[in-house]
């Protein structure tokens, strides 16, 4: 199971993009866990995740993310403020996917 966890400011913005990326895993019969959380819970969900991707309204913030995802093994990105925009859910799976199998 790939275990992507998504981080925006609030945690409110991504979760339609979080329907969006299950809607896409489940027409391709992935087994996926994917879930979305306010920025200062993304820490402790870190430890369960094999990816975490914040929105681009987050950019700022990637530093100190990455620096936690160093130490659990786990790869951090900015979700592309244009499929976030567009909330191509297809788009920043296979991102998330690229990642985790990269890590």
Same mark, same amino acid.
């Given at each position: 199971?790939?275990?992507? $966890? $998504? ?8 979760? $339609? ?5 299950? !809607? &896409?895993?489940?027409?391709? !019969? ?6 979305? &959380?306010? +920025?200062?819970?993304?820490? !402790? ?5 094999? &990816? $975490?991707?914040?929105? =681009? +309204?987050?950019? #700022?913030?990637?530093?100190? #993310? ?8 786990? =790869? ?5 403020? &244009? ?21």
């Amino acid at each position: 199971m790939k275990k992507i $966890l $998504l981080a925006c400011s609030a945690g409110m913005s991504t979760s $339609l993009l979080v329907s969006k990326m299950e !809607e &896409v895993s489940n027409e391709r !019969e992935l087994d996926t866990k994917i879930w979305a &959380v306010a +920025q200062d819970k993304a820490p !402790e969900d870190m430890k369960e995740a094999d &990816v $975490l991707l914040i929105g =681009p +309204q987050m950019r #700022f913030m990637k530093k100190k #993310f990455e620096k936690i995802g160093e130490e659990l093994g786990v =790869p951090v990105a900015v979700i592309d403020s &244009v499929a976030y925009g567009r909330i191509d859910g297809s788009a920043v799976l296979d991102h998330a996917i690229k990642l985790i199998d990269n890590n």
